[in-house]
């Protein structure tokens, strides 16, 4: 399985942004699915996680009142609403797929290429 990451730009603080993750190949069988990011500099960190069906969603702190984690299986489609965005948000947002829902990176074992989010102030 491959998965794409799409979505990212250049936004003003304040705005919003959505990211999507679809992925292709072999995406038979049930798996969570995660949003991370790396802004320049730092390491990488979680952001959000849901699993197969959406009912178990997890999100960092730092965004759990702005940003919301979906998804859409019969499209093969993850996404990631983002919205009033500051420039503390710029940053790679990668995408990848886990067995079961965690914020642990290590438990993901396919990742996308990331899609870099950029907030000026």
């Known amino acids: 399985v491959q998965l794409q990451a799409s979505g990212g730009g250049l936004v003003q603080a304040g705005d919003s942004l959505r990211l999507s993750c679809t992925a292709s190949?072999?995406?038979?069988?049930?798996?969570?699915m995660g949003w991370f990011r790396q802004a320049p500099g730092k390491e990488r960190e979680f952001v959000a996680a849901?699993?197969?069906?959406?009912?178990?969603?997890y999100l960092a702190d730092f965004v759990k009142d702005r940003f919301t984690i979906s998804r859409d299986n019969a499209k093969n489609t993850m996404y990631l609403q983002m919205t009033s965005l500051t420039p503390e948000d710029t940053a790679v947002y990668y995408c990848?797929?886990?067995?079961?829902?965690?914020?642990?990176?290590?438990?993901?074992?396919?990742w996308g290429q990331g899609t870099l989010v950029t907030v000026s102030s």
């Open positions: 849901i699993s197969w069906h959406g009912e178990d969603t």
């Open positions: 190949g072999r995406t038979s069988g049930s798996y969570a």
């Open positions: 990848a797929r886990a067995p079961y829902t965690t914020r642990e990176s290590g438990k993901y074992d396919v």
